[in-house]
């Protein structure tokens, strides 16, 4: 039971350093914010270990954190193709179509109003059925490869990036928009310096909201039938073969890769919607 003490110690030490942090005097610094982060996922990772190894729990059910990063170590060309395989080919490709047409059907229907009165509610509609169901059926329509991966993405993205494009370009208020036109402006000058800019924070938070379902989907859509290579792919495989650490390897990739891509996402943000208050009181 050394083991599983030792963990609770580090617990009691780190909660007892996060609480210090939180009432001193440099709390609201960009140190200590990224502190208590990291100080708190290093706590998880160390009471993981310990709890793990001082109760004997059988590999096969939850390997500790140290086998897991063993099996990255030596498993490093098998994860970076399988990373390239779904994130680069299938996730992101998926993303940037999507989210591109998302974006130009937003600006046509804002344009005819009877296309946003048609499209909003069949996006509910499909954004509500589940991926489970239409996953199998675009991989049949477009093979096992990539290509089917980011059939799925494309769909999964669409709808959440055209309500938050239509909603923002409808957010200017109508004070604003009677200025433009009391300069003559015309619509296309309007919607370049006045409702586009306005919208830019709703369009982020349908790209941001995108960064988690890209991944997910194109995870997802390789249970359904992929080549021999792929995240979704040798999860189901390992989860086969009871090799639970490779499991974990995968979506610990998985989710740093998620995670970057959310950020890279979010710092877009930040340095195009530099004005918004949201932005400005963040810093």
């Known amino acids: 039971m050394s083991w599983v003490a030792g963990a609770l110690g580090v617990w009691a030490v780190a909660w007892w350093a996060n609480l210090r942090i939180a009432a001193s005097r440099h709390a609201d610094t960009r140190a200590a914010r990224l502190a208590v982060p990291v100080i708190f996922g290093l706590t998880l990772l160390v009471l993981w270990e310990g709890l793990v190894r001082g109760l004997a729990v059988p590999g096969v059910i939850l390997p500790p954190p140290s086998a897991i990063a063993a099996r990255i170590a030596v498993s490093g060309p098998i994860l970076w193709a399988d990373f390239v395989q779904t994130f680069v080919k299938g996730a992101l490709s998926g993303y940037v179509i999507g989210c591109t047409a998302a974006f130009l059907t937003a600006l046509a229907a804002d344009r005819f109003d009877f296309l946003r009165r048609g ?27 990539w290509q089917s991966k980011a059939a799925v993405v494309v769909v999964m993205v669409f709808f959440p990036v055209l309500v938050n494009t239509v909603q923002g370009l409808a957010a200017a208020d109508a004070m604003s928009r009677d200025l433009m036109r009391t300069y003559a402006a015309t619509p296309g000058q309007s919607l ?39 995240m979704g792919f040798r999860i189901s495989t390992s989860v086969g073969q009871l090799a639970l650490d490779m499991v974990w390897a995968e979506i610990t990739v998985a989710a740093l890769a998620g995670s970057l891509f959310y950020g890279a996402v979010a710092l877009t943000e930040r340095a195009v919607t530099f004005w918004h208050p949201s932005q400005r009181g963040g810093r």
């Open 119 to 145: 499209l909003l509610p069949v996006g509910s509609f499909i954004a509500a059925l589940p991926i489970i169901g239409t996953a199998p059926i675009l991989v049949m329509w477009f093979g096992f490869d």
């Open 192 to 230: 370049r310096k006045l409702r586009l800019p306005a919208a830019m924070p709703f369009i982020f938070n349908g790209l941001k909201i995108s960064t988690t379902l890209a991944l997910i989907g194109a995870i997802v859509a390789e249970f359904f039938g992929s080549p021999t290579v792929g």
